[in-house]
């Protein structure tokens, strides 16, 4: 017990650069034991609720919600607590200030559209109404795990597979997996953004015509270096349209420092990555149109 005990502690201080203000945004874990999206996250020793049984009741609780759902009903609303809203209100106080000065017009002009209460957790349902009406996505909850191709193919169809949970609230800023401010912060608003929803959907459709492994790497490469960290100059100044970038102040701060390339879809399917922490290289696109236009023609050619 002791040694395990240690082995915590170990891996925690090793992580206590990331308890600062970061969020994984893998959007899916690669496991090919996990086959569907039903699967239920176990969580590891060194996760912040690991010691929370009433928080790992509500995950599961939340969990069971994803696996009852029904493709295309309402989705039910989830129990949050509290704490959580709680949660929610610190990282939209950090979030409003940083948004206004790193994420691009497109990403501000949706997120204007979704109108967000500053004060509460917005559910799954209330979001996918408005953008079902802007985009034709809609929100779909899971359990926690996909596989990269569930994910992706889900995406031709105009569904986004989300989390609904949120993390602990000991640590607000800091998620070891995607939740739902990733999730709605992040994609729920891109979705809402037509041009944005579209480049999901020909990610979903170029997915879907390709079975090679290889393929699938290369376009969950270029997914990751665009959807979930992308940059484009605006007005001669670097800002975000990547929703990992944008569901964390600290990400959109930490983007200043980071080796900025040019967007180069074929540099970036050679382009290793590592979601634990924050990203050192970005790729940046010329304008919001060229970036558009860039993966268009990759994805639609393809
Ligand atoms: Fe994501």
């Given at each position: 017990m002791l040694d395990i005990a240690n082995d915590i502690m170990t891996r925690r201080e090793s992580n206590q650069s990331l308890l600062s203000d970061h969020v994984d945004?893998?959007?899916?874990?690669?496991?090919?034991?996990?086959?569907?999206?039903?699967t239920i996250v176990q969580l590891d020793p060194d996760h912040p609720g690991f010691r929370d049984r009433e928080y790992r009741a509500r995950r599961n609780q939340i969990a069971q919600l994803a696996v009852n759902y029904i493709p295309g009903d309402e989705i039910p609303d989830a129990p949050y607590t509290g704490e959580e809203h709680e949660v929610w209100r610190t990282i939209w106080a950090a979030l409003q200030p940083a948004h206004q000065r790193y994420a691009c017009a497109e990403y501000l002009g949706a997120l204007q559209r979704l109108?967000?209460?500053?004060d509460r957790i917005p559910q799954l349902r209330e979001v996918n109404e408005k953008v079902q009406a802007i985009s034709g996505f809609r929100l779909e909850p899971v359990a926690g795990l996909v596989q990269p191709r569930v994910f992706l193919e889900n995406l031709a169809n105009g569904v986004f597979l989300c989390t609904q949970y949120i993390r602990h609230?000991?640590?607000?800023?800091?998620?070891?997996e995607p939740d739902v401010v990733h999730e709605i912060v992040g994609h729920g608003v891109t979705l809402a953004s037509e041009k944005l929803a579209e480049i999901n959907r020909m990610f979903g459709r170029a997915v879907k015509q390709r079975t090679q492994p290889e393929a699938l790497e290369q376009l969950s490469r270029i997914y990751w270096f665009t959807i979930e960290f992308g940059v484009l100059r605006e007005n001669g100044e670097v800002k975000a349209y990547g929703t990992g970038l944008l569901s964390s102040a600290g990400e959109l701060k930490e983007m200043r420092e980071a080796d900025l390339r040019p967007l180069d879809l074929d540099a970036i399917s050679h382009q290793e990555y590592d979601?634990?922490?924050?990203?050192?290289v970005l790729f940046c696109a010329k304008s919001f149109e060229g970036m558009y236009q860039t993966l268009r023609d990759f994805l639609v050619r393809k």
């Open positions: 945004t893998r959007p899916v874990i690669a496991d090919e034991e996990i086959a569907d999206r039903n109108s967000f209460a500053p609230h000991s640590t607000p800023l800091y998620t070891p979601p634990t922490h924050y990203q050192p």
